[in-house]
T-cell receptor, first 118, second 114 residues
Framework: AQTVTQSQPEMSVQEAETVTLSCTYDTSESDYYLFWYKQPPSRQMILVIRQEAYKQQNATENRFSVNFQKAAKSFSLKISDSQLGDAAMYFC???????????????FGKGTHLIIQP | EPEVTQTPSHQVTQMGQEVILRCVPISNHLYFYWYRQILGQKVEFLVSFYNNEISEKSEIFDDQFSVERPDGSNFTLKIRSTKLEDSAMYFCASRGLRYNTEAFFGQGTRLTVV
């Protein structure tokens, strides 16, 4: 079983500044993946970044990076140089790597609404 | 770029009616999923489908729900005898075979039960 907790219902940041969104998780899986998805007002779910739990190096994707602390079960998302287009709901999610024959669905947190102040 | 497509984008149905939500996954993907998002709440896993059978389902996915891959390209979610609380956004997703691939989501179908 997996649980994902996002303790920040809403965050606000000035355009061009840096913001960090928090996520903690719990899992019984030995190998798993962690994800951040973005959901803009169109409500489409868009993958932002992915982290394999067996990798120590934090994933980076352009202005987006994560701080993965495996022992603490923490997976925060840092957005640098925030842009107006970054305004959206951000969901943290996890998935087991091998359970269910690899077919496990994602477990999502409740989301953080990110507001970008111009 | 390949994408997951869902139809219709919005469906309104009378309580008690049956609805079928349709999805066309990315063509070379082998894992298929349905998720539900009630307005203002988190996205919840409903069911995963692989090799023409259900791999995993959540407690939400009861006898009211069924999935099918009727023709090798479409992936459908049928909801029988809809209830008001079935009103939600329903997302289809697909994923490739390799363990480290991510799921790609469709744009969603907004189901409104009146």
């Amino acid at each position: 079983a997996q649980t994902v907790t996002q303790s920040q219902p809403e965050m606000s940041v000035q355009e061009a500044e840096t913001v960090t969104l928090s996520c903690t998780y719990d899992t019984s899986e030995s190998d798993y993946y962690l994800f951040w998805y973005k959901q803009p007002p169109s409500r489409q779910m868009i993958l932002v970044i992915r982290q394999e739990a067996y990798k120590q190096q934090n994933a980076t994707e352009n202005r987006f990076s994560v701080n993965f602390q495996k022992a603490a079960k923490s997976f925060s998302l840092k957005i640098s140089d925030s842009q107006l287009g970054d305004a959206a709901m951000y969901f943290c999610a996890s998935r087991g790597m091998y359970s269910g024959g690899g077919a496990d669905g994602l477990t999502f947190g409740k989301g953080t609404h990110l507001i970008i102040q111009p | 770029e390949p994408e997951v497509t869902q139809t219709p984008s919005h469906q309104v149905t009378q309580m008690g009616q049956e609805v079928i939500l349709r999805c066309v996954p990315i063509s070379n993907h082998l894992y298929f999923y349905w998720y539900r998002q009630i307005l203002g709440q988190k996205v919840e896993f409903l069911v995963s489908f692989y090799n023409n059978e259900i791999s995993e389902k959540s407690e939400i996915f009861d006898d009211q729900f069924s999935v099918e891959r009727p023709d090798g390209s479409n992936f459908t979610l049928k909801i029988r005898s809809t209830k008001l609380e079935d009103s939600a956004m329903y997302f289809c997703a697909s994923r490739g075979l390799r363990y480290n691939t991510e799921a790609f989501f469709g744009q969603g179908t907004r189901l409104t039960v009146v």
